[in-house]
């Protein structure tokens, strides 16, 4: 079958230790030296590892403390997400100049369909290699891995099977064949346990799951099992989604030290809805929802979450809220991590939503407004309330510090 004959034309791009590499990018002195992306603190985890680091076993989500251990000649630098967003927006834009059909799937990641533009960009081979060398240009030398085939499963496994730098091709007819001496991790939606679980039931491959029967699958697995077959052999029917939307935005921080003061608790929270609101701000969102998130010091979960009156991309509205929120919580703790989303979000018509504010409410929109044009013009933290001047005990940790839960 010619690239002509393929049904679609779907590519994956997945930029190579992102948040590293910009470090990397942005500070020569750390180029060609094992770097971790994360706190430096013993609670903390590592948000990506550089290449260099990866031989020595460390990986991201590891505990910094444990990824210390292996590789003790690793720099750590803490994380810049502000930068990393700005970075993923040319690396988006570069995508878009490929297609109209984009699907971003994190700051470092996106499904494009490239179906008939082999006129203009010419067979996947060239069209993996343009992709890849606009983000180098765009990006000022990052690198990208790409995968192109025909459905997004295929696709996305072969953008992670030649890292770092890597192009893999595999054209329709290939797809199944291609998958099935590949680990059962490799199934997209199979994480550790449900791996575990595939191998405890005697698969361990993909071409196994692809030859097994989809009834025993089903009653084993439930409705994933039917997906994992499918999947294995390689059939994906959907499509690249350039209408994805985001539910939530979300901030958390782990802390240095356990709290329970309710105080200190507030103090957190404010601090969670005053980045949150920002970045509903910078993407022109409102929300009409907001969560709160505690993890006890033995790792229990409590959340609570409601409705707002009115939608809203305002700090103190949000953290008046999470207060109210926080107010049903009689556990006394004490807490490691506590953490703020903003969820039922919709575009904002500036208009309709100032209207709707209470005074008080436009006059705290226009202070964060004004702060926002402030930090674009001289940086981050150029204003703080006073309030927040209380000598942060936080330190940030996961992939989902700042994070952008979207759709699947």
Known sequence: MSNREWPRTIVHADMDAFYASIEQLDDPTLRGRPLLVGPNSARGVVLTASYEARPFGVGSAMPMQRARRLCPQALIVPPRFERYMEVSKQVMDAFG?????????????????????ERLFGPPAAIGERIKAAIREATGG???????????????????????????????????????????ENLWGAGAKTSKRLREAGYQ????????????????????????????????????????????????????????SPRELRLYLRVAAETVAQRLRRRGLVASGVRIKLKRADFQILTRQDGLTAATDVSAV?????????????????????????????????????????????????LETTIDALEQRFGAGIVQRGGEAFGDRGVGIPTNLDFLDMDD
């Open 97 to 117: 100049t490929f297609s109209p059909q984009v699907e971003p799937l994190s700051l470092d990641e996106a499904f494009l369909d490239m179906t008939g533009s």
């Open 142 to 184: 990052l690198t990208a891995s790409v995968g192109i085939s025909d459905t997004r499963y295929v696709a996305k496994v072969a953008s992670g099977y030649r890292k770092p730098d890597g192009l893999t091709i595999v054209p329709p007819e290939d797809a199944r064949a291609w998958l099935a001496p590949l680990a059962v």
């Open 205 to 260: 491959t993909i071409g196994q799951i692809a030859c097994a029967d989809p009834k025993s699958l089903s009653r084993i697995f439930g409705a994933i099992g039917e997906r994992f077959f499918a999947i294995a052999n390689a059939i994906d029917p959907r499509t690249v989604a350039t209408t994805h939307s985001t539910r939530s935005l979300g901030s958390e921080r782990t802390l240095a030290t356990d709290v329970s």
């Open 318 to 366: 949000l953290a008046t809220k999470a207060t109210e929120l926080l107010d049903h919580v009689k556990d006394p703790g004490p807490f490691r991590l506590v953490g703020l989303a903003a969820f039922d979000l919709a575009h904002a018509s500036a208009d309709s939503q100032l209207s709707l504010l209470p005074t008080a409410g436009k006059r705290d929109r226009g």
